[in-house]
């Protein structure tokens, strides 16, 4: 495969002021801990600044992809070739608008911030999202939930930069909110802020409840592993990890990838896994599951760049 030209990006990048890395190790950078470098690593601070990017990488043809906390997404071994994008500086804002009831934050922002802040000033409704280790432009993007919450409940409307066409926005139906899919999911733009439409609550309650969910989190699942969280979304009938366990497949292992022995609905990096561990693991478990009960579970985790 021939090499990409990065000329026109390098120059972009300099003149709009934003620090790039070549050849940058992605693990680090993923909950998985696994996956190779990527050619270009770009922190963008300001809606300006992606603008600038966006358009310079669609006319140069060079892929690209928006990393936030990378707490879903599983990179191939032989890393991305493209350039990938760091949300940082205005993108890592949270703020209470007029009102007193909607939260504004930055698409780099982590959702353990932004739970923070609503308990902070006494906003209720983000509780279910404490612990979940992603981004709010993450948690846009999939619809993210646990213990009976979604994004879909809470986000008012989104901001984002559409490469071909600028700056927009979707709010209500627009969003398309379903199981772990928005609007957003699978497209070419790119998320830059959420607005969250909050409740008024007792600051020790909201405390309380999340603290809750975090003691149920690290009782049940895998919290002290590199994992992508749950792997499999959730089936038609049944449940992924139900399954999983059924099918005596918790512990299974493949290189250093592993069927969690906590929690069979998450695959963990016992370490120096590979993205081709965790991938053949996972097709082991969908082949035996579908073998054995009849059910097909889908991926919940995003895979890209080269295995």
């Not at 994008?85 to 932004?114: M, Y």
């Not at 199981?179 to 909050?198: D, V």
């Not at 049940?220 to 059924?246: C, H, N, V």
Request: one cysteine or more; proline letters at 5%.
């Amino acid at each position: 495969m021939p090499s990409m030209d990065y000329t026109r990006l390098d120059q972009k990048a300099a003149a709009l002021g934003c620090p790039l890395l070549r050849d940058e190790p992605l693990a680090p950078r993923t909950t998985f801990k696994t996956g190779g470098p990527a050619d270009r690593l770009l922190a963008v601070c300001t809606e300006a600044q992606l603008a600038g990017l966006l358009e310079v990488l669609k006319e140069a043809g060079v892929p690209w992809l928006t990393l936030g906390r990378g707490s879903n997404l599983l990179v191939g071994d032989r890393g991305f070739r493209g350039a990938v994008l760091c949300l940082e500086g205005d993108f890592k804002r949270i703020e209470l608008l007029p009102g007193g009831r909607t939260l504004q934050a930055g698409a780099g922002a982590s959702l353990a911030s932004l739970c923070a802040f609503a308990r902070d000033h006494a906003l209720a409704g983000l509780e279910f999202a404490w612990g979940i280790p992603g981004s709010v432009g993450g948690a846009v993007y999939m619809n993210a939930g646990a213990y009976g919450g979604e994004m879909k409940d809470v986000v008012l409307r989104a901001q984002h930069v559409d490469p071909c066409s600028g700056p927009g926005e979707y709010q209500g139906d627009e969003l398309g909110f379903s199981y772990r899919r928005s609007a957003y999911t699978g497209g070419g733009k790119s998320i830059t802020f959420a607005q969250f439409q909050l409740a008024p609550g007792a600051r020790e309650e909201i405390a309380a409840r999340m603290e809750e969910l975090m003691a149920r989190r690290k009782e049940k699942q895998p919290y002290d592993m590199p994992s992508a969280g749950s792997t499999f979304k959730r089936p038609k009938t049944g449940y992924a990890a139900a399954l999983i366990e059924q099918c005596g497949l918790k512990g299974r292992a493949v290189g250093g990838a592993q069927v969690s022995g906590k929690h069979a609905g998450f695959i963990v990096n016992t370490g120096g896994a590979t993205c081709r561990d965790i991938l053949a693991l996972m097709d082991l478990v969908r082949e035996t599951v579908l073998r054995e009960t009849g059910v097909e579970l889908e991926p919940e985790v995003r895979v890209t760049g080269e295995l």
